[in-house]
């Protein structure tokens, strides 16, 4: 056999062997793509319900009357107490848009040194696209806080 046929024949047997290739690199794309896709859907998530808390613990730290206001070394300083943060946060929550958050729990509203508010949150996230890479779902808990000052 000749240099030629036998480059022939070799060229031959490579026949149809570039598919397997392309067929698993889009099976790999495939997965890459629902993986990225969930991340950013997880993170959006987590944004949202960060957010969310970081308004009711603001909303908790200015739940103080003005019988609640107290001089202290020359200061005037609001007194929180935990009752009034978790009062004002539900109404917060009764109020804010918590559409798409799904089993949204208000894990504490309190304060502990009676100037900083703090809030946890905790939700459900689900994933877009269910995969076998991926879980069906993961519980969210964030927490914010937030100080009230009285400036003059």
Not at 15 to 25: E, H, K, N, T
Not at 38 to 50: I, V
Request: a negative charge; charged letters at 20%.
């Amino acid at each position: 056999m000749s240099g030629a046929a036998r480059m022939h024949a070799a060229s031959r047997a490579d026949d149809g062997s570039i598919l397997p290739l392309i067929a698993g690199f889009a099976a790999l794309s495939l997965v890459v793509v629902l993986l990225v896709t969930a991340a950013t859907s997880l993170y959006l998530e987590r944004k949202r319900l960060f957010t969310l808390a970081d308004g009711a613990a603001l909303v908790g730290a200015e739940s103080f009357t003005l019988a609640d206001v107290e001089l202290v070394g020359g200061e005037v300083r609001p007194r929180l107490t935990s009752a009034a943060v978790a009062r004002d946060v539900v109404a917060y929550l009764r109020e804010a848009p918590v559409d798409g958050l799904d089993e949204l729990t208000l894990v504490r509203a309190t304060t502990d040194d009676g100037s900083t508010a703090t809030v946890s949150l905790a939700s459900y996230w689900r994933p877009p696209v269910v995969t076998l890479f991926v879980p069906e779902g993961v519980r969210v808990e964030v927490t914010a806080q937030a100080r009230s000052a009285i400036r003059d």
